[in-house]
C-alpha cells in the first residue's frame, strides 16, 4: 500500500510540476477569419471601392501558411490591412506583440526639410527650410531627378511603396501624403537632387544630408504674416485685408476657437476658411456652421443650420482644401460646399477618409483590426459620401511656381481674387438675402 501511495504521489507531483506547452497559432485560420470578418463588416465600402476582396484574401491566406513567427504575421496583416485602402484602417497590437522587434522601431527617420508639389507633370518644391534650405533649395525650384531617378517616377514609386504598408483611402491622399511624409528618408542618408531654379533658368545638383527635419505638414505653402491663435486654428489677415482663419485640427473647441477668431477679425468683407493640413478630430458640426450664419438666421438648402455663437460672419466665404485635408476636416470643410454655405478651391479633392468605424478581434488574441464599414456624410457627391472620394472642390487650382519662388500662396492669392468677384451662381448662400450687408468700413 505504501509502495501504491508513493507512486501515486511521485506522479501527481510530477503533473503539476510540468509545465503546459504553449498552443502554437495557427496563424493560416486566424487570416481567413479576418478576411472573412472584414469582409463581412466592410462589404458596403469594398464594393463602393471595387475592390475584390476574395480574391485579395486568398492570396493572403496562402501566404500564412508559410508564416513562422507573430512578427511577420504581424507584417502580413498590415499589409492585408492596406489593400482595404482605408485611410483609418490599421492593425492594433495586444500585449503579447506591441513589443516584437518592429522594424520602424530601430530605424529613425526625419524630411529633407522640404515639400512638394505637383504642377502639371512636373513636381515643384511648395516650400523648405533647415537642411534643404542650407543645401540650396528653394521654394518655386523644380525638383527634376532624385538619387538620378525622374523626380515624378522617383515619388510614384516612393508612394506605391508605402501603399504596399500603409492604407489610403484615394490615389491623391496616398500622392499628397507623398509629398510630405514620404520624402522622409533614414537619419543619416545623402540624398542627391537636380534642381531647376525658378524659371527653369540653371540646373544644379543639390546634396542632402538627412538629420532631424520635421515632415509633418502644416498644410499652406505659406500663410498669411502675424498670424493669432493656438495649435488648432490660426487668424488674421490676407494682404488684401479678408479674414483668414486656418484649421489645423478640428477638436470639440473649434466653434469657441471661430467665435475668437471671428470676434478678432471683426468686419471684414470676405472671409478665407483654409483646412489644408487639417489631421481631423471631433466636433459639433451644427454650431461650427451656425457661426457663419447671421443672428437671428437659419439656412437651409441641403441641411438646416440655425445662427450661433456672439460674433457669427455672414458675407461670402471661400474655402480651401487638398488632399491633406483628413476625416473630421473633411466634413468640417465639405458642409460649406455641399450644404451651400461657400465656394471651395484646392489642389485635389480632400483625402477620401472620413467613415464610422469597428474594431474586429481575431481569434489567435495577437491583434485585432480597426477599419471603416460606412461613409460618413451620405448627402454628400450625390449621395456617395465622402470616403474613398473625398470632398470635391467647385475648382482645383494649382500653384504657381513664380508664386511659391515670391513665398506667395497661389490659393490664397486665388482665393482673394474670388471674394472680391464672387461666384455667386455656385453658391446657395446669398448674403444679402440673409441681411447681410458690406458696410462701408469692409469696402475699405
Known sequence: MRVVLTL????????????ALAKKTDYTMDMQFAVDAIGKECRALIKSKGLKWKKIGKGFVKEAKGVKNDLDYGLLLIRLIAKLRDGH??????????NLDWPWKSEKKAGPGMFWSRIGDKIFVKNSWGQARGAGIKPGYEIVSVNGKKALAWLEERVAERSERQSFSTDHQAFW???????AEPVGTRVVYDVKTE????KKKRKVDIKDDNYVPSGPAFMPKKLDGNKDVHWG???????????R???????????????ALGDVRGLV????GNGGGGFDHDAFMGRFIPTGKSMSFSKSYASAGDNPYGGPIVVIVNGTTRSAGETGSGIFKEDGRAYMIGESPTAGMSSSKTTIALPSGLYSLYVSVHSNMGRFNKGKGIEGIGVVPHEIVEYEPDDLADERDTLILRAEALLADFPQKKVKYVPKKFGWKPSKKRRK
Open 8 to 19: 501515486l504521489s511521485l506522479l501527481l507531483v510530477s503533473t503539476v510540476s510540468t509545465p
Open 249 to 263: 485640427r478640428c477638436k470639440g473647441t473649434i466653434s469657441q476657437h471661430t467665435d475668437e477668431a471671428l470676434a
Open 177 to 183: 501624403a507623398g509629398c510630405a511624409w514620404g520624402l
Open 237 to 247: 489677415r490676407t494682404e488684401k485685408g479678408y479674414g483668414y482663419i486656418h484649421y
Open 199 to 202: 524659371k527653369g533658368k540653371l
Open 89 to 98: 484602417a490599421y492593425v492594433k497590437f495586444s500585449s503579447q506583440t506591441e
Open 273 to 276: 476658411l483654409d483646412f489644408r
